[in-house]
Nanobody, 120 residues
Framework: QVHLVESGGGLVQVGGSLRLSCPAS????????MGWYRQRPGTRRDLVAE????????NYADSVKGRFTISRDTAKNTVYLQKNSLKPEDTGVYYC?????????????WGQGTQVTVSS
């Protein structure tokens, strides 16, 4: 089992910045990818950014390229999302995920989510 707890969400004005954090804990052999999804009310959960293994590869949604930066501290099993130049459309619940290899295989695990609200 892998436990993820997001932090760093909140209310921010347009153009502001936030930094989300998500440490992973529990029993696992390795974490092969971590990332962030966003969900707005009444919509599906969409990928925002993800980082593979030690950061050798990253992937961003087109809407956040150039504004958001994902990073990972492998020693702490923690993923971060630096969000700059925030826009109202960045509002939503941000969920952290980890693709981890455990004793029974490789699975995706999710955090509980953290609310981000960008006000104009």
């Amino acid at each position: 089992q892998v436990h993820l707890v997001e932090s760093g969400g909140g209310l921010v004005q347009v153009g502001g910045s936030l930094r989300l954090s998500c440490p992973a804990s529990g029993a696992f052999y390795s974490i092969n990818a971590m990332g962030w999804y966003r969900q707005r009310p009444g919509t599906r959960r969409d990928l925002v950014a993800e980082i593979i293994r030690d950061g050798s590869a990253t992937n961003y949604a087109d809407s956040v390229k150039g504004r958001f930066t994902i990073s990972r501290d492998t020693a702490k099993n923690t993923v971060y999302l630096q969000k700059n130049s925030l826009k109202p459309e960045d509002t939503g619940v941000y969920y952290c995920y980890a693709r981890a290899r455990t004793g029974v295989g490789e699975y995706y695990y999710w955090g509980q989510g953290t609310q981000v609200t960008v006000s104009s």
